[in-house]
C-alpha cells in the first residue's frame, strides 16, 4: 500500500510498520566529576549550565532528532534593541518637555481671565501739533498733542525727543471709549533739527510710539523787521485791511509762492508783498519759517499807488472805511484751531468770540483743504465776550496724515461784526 496520499510527515512513525534501527549517538565528552559542581548541573560544550539531572525526568536541552524539538540556540539569544528605538524615545521625551513647558508658561502668565498680553493689544497713536518742520524759538514751550486709542485703558504719555525723555503725563481717568488725548510740552536749548514722538503706555505695560516728527529750532528774534516766503493752500482773496470787511480787490490761487512782509498781533491774518501790501487770511497760507521773523503790521491798509488807486464812481456804494468800527454789540469770531479726533473721521475747529459783546445764535463756518470739497454747515453757538465753542465737522474718507485747514467763519458775512 502506497503512503503517497498519507497526511503524516514523512517521518512520522506508522503503526505496524519495520523501521531500521536507530543509528548510534556521536560520542560525548566525558563529564566532569559531580564533586566539583552543584548537584544535578552539568557544564555543557558552550560553557552553560545545564540540568541534567535524570532523576526528574526531564532535560534542559530539548534537542530532538526529528527536527521538531526546541534547540538552545532560540532561549540563549538575546534579542537587540535596534539604535532607532532609543532615538525614538528620546525624541518623545523632548516633545513632552516642550508641552509641559508650553502649558505651564501660558497658565502662570495669564494669572487670570483680567491679564493681558501686551502684544495683543492694537494702538493708533498721532501727533496732531506741532506741524513737520514747524520753526519753534529757543526756550519757548511748545505744545505737543497727540491723540491715541487702544484696546485697552491708557495709563501714560510720554515725550521723547532726540530718544530723550522730555514730558510725562498720567493719565488719571479711563476713557470709556479708549480714545485719549494729552497736551504734552517741548521745549529746546540750541537750534537745530529735532525728532520727537510721543510712547502711550497701556494698563498691561504694552507700548506704543507714533511716527517721529521733525521741528526747527531757531533762535529768539523778537520783533526785528523780516520776510519770509509762504506757500498758498487753497485759494483765498486778498483784502485792503486784515478783516473779511474790507473790500476784496483779487485773489490767490492754490500753489502760489508770496513774500509775507507782515502779521496781525494774533497771526490770523498776513500781508503779503504784492500791489504794495495785500492781506489774506493766515490759514490759507503755510509759512516757510516762523512768522516770529515777520513784524506785526498796524491794521490800516499800506496805501496804494495813486496810479492804482481806484476812484470810487458817485453813484457807487461806499467802500468799508480803512479802519471800520463794528458796531457797539456786534460780536467778532475767529477760527483758533482745527484738529482731527476720533482717528481722523471728525475735524474740531475752536471758534472763539474775540469781541467784548457775546452771541447766541447760528453760526456758518466752511472748512476746506482737509478732504474732496469744502464743507459747510451751520452751528447754535453761545458765544460769551472773549469765550470759545467748537463745531465739528464728519470727514468722509478720514484723515491719516497732516493737512492744513482752511477755516472761514460766516462766509456769507450775514453776522454783523
Do not use: C, H
Not at 503512503?3 to 531500521?20: C, F, K, W
Not at 525614538?88 to 516633545?95: E, H, M, N, Q, R
Amino acid at each position: 500500500m502506497s503512503d503517497r496520499y498519507s497526511p503524516y510527515p514523512p517521518d512520522e512513525p506508522v503503526i505496524g510498520a519495520t523501521y531500521p534501527p536507530a543509528p548510534p549517538l556521536p560520542p560525548q565528552p566525558a563529564e566532569p566529576a559531580l564533586s566539583s559542581f552543584a548537584p544535578g548541573y552539568v557544564e555543557d560544550t558552550d560553557g552553560q549550565w545545564d540540568d541534567e539531572d535524570p532523576s526528574d525526568g526531564y532535560a534542559d536541552d530539548y534537542d530532538d532528532q526529528d527536527g521538531y524539538g526546541y534547540g538552545e540556540p532560540y532561549y540563549r539569544d538575546t534579542p537587540v534593541r535596534q539604535p532607532m528605538f532609543y532615538v525614538f524615545i528620546g525624541l518623545a521625551a523632548l516633545v513632552g518637555g516642550i508641552v509641559i513647558f508650553l502649558l505651564f508658561s501660558l497658565v502662570n502668565g495669564r494669572g487670570g481671565e483680567t491679564a493681558s498680553t501686551p502684544g495683543a493689544v492694537k494702538f493708533n497713536v498721532a501727533i496732531q501739533s506741532p506741524v513737520k518742520d514747524k520753526r519753534i524759538e529757543i526756550g519757548k514751550p511748545e505744545d505737543v498733542i497727540v491723540e491715541a486709542s487702544s484696546t485697552e485703558p491708557i495709563v501714560r504719555f510720554d515725550l521723547f525727543i532726540e530718544d530723550k525723555l522730555s514730558d510725562t503725563v498720567e493719565v488719571k481717568a479711563t476713557s470709556p471709549d479708549n480714545k485719549y488725548r494729552a497736551n504734552l510740552k517741548a521745549s529746546f536749548e540750541r537750534k537745530g533739527e529735532y525728532n520727537l514722538y510721543v510712547k502711550v503706555t497701556s494698563s498691561s505695560g504694552a507700548t506704543k510710539q507714533s511716527d517721529k516728527l521733525r521741528v526747527i529750532a531757531i533762535e529768539p528774534v523778537g520783533d526785528r523787521p523780516a520776510t519770509i516766503n509762504g506757500k498758498v493752500v487753497a485759494t483765498v482773496n486778498l483784502r485792503t485791511g486784515p478783516g473779511e470787511n474790507f473790500e476784496q480787490v483779487g485773489t490767490l490761487t492754490e500753489g502760489k509762492i508770496v513774500k509775507i512782509i507782515g502779521r496781525t498781533t494774533n497771526n490770523e491774518w498776513l500781508l503779503v508783498d504784492i500791489d504794495g501790501g495785500r492781506w489774506v487770511k493766515a490759514s490759507a497760507i503755510d509759512p516757510q519759517d516762523s512768522l516770529a521773523l515777520v513784524p506785526i503790521r498796524q491794521v490800516t491798509p499800506t496805501p496804494q499807488p495813486a496810479t492804482n488807486t481806484p476812484q470810487p464812481s458817485p453813484s457807487a456804494s461806499p467802500s468799508p472805511s480803512p479802519s471800520p468800527s463794528p458796531s457797539a454789540n456786534a460780536p467778532d469770531f475767529a477760527p483758533t484751531n482745527a484738529v482731527a479726533i476720533d482717528g481722523g473721521t471728525k475735524l474740531r475747529v475752536t471758534i472763539k468770540n474775540q469781541s467784548a459783546n457775546s452771541y447766541n445764535g447760528a453760526v456758518v463756518v466752511s472748512v476746506s483743504g482737509v478732504g474732496p470739497g469744502t464743507l459747510t454747515q451751520a452751528f447754535n453757538m453761545a458765544l460769551p465776550a472773549g469765550g470759545s465753542a467748537v463745531a465739528d465737522f464728519e470727514l468722509n474718507p478720514p484723515v491719516t496724515t497732516a493737512k492744513t485747514a482752511v477755516v472761514i467763519v460766516d462766509p456769507g458775512t450775514a453776522i454783523k461784526e
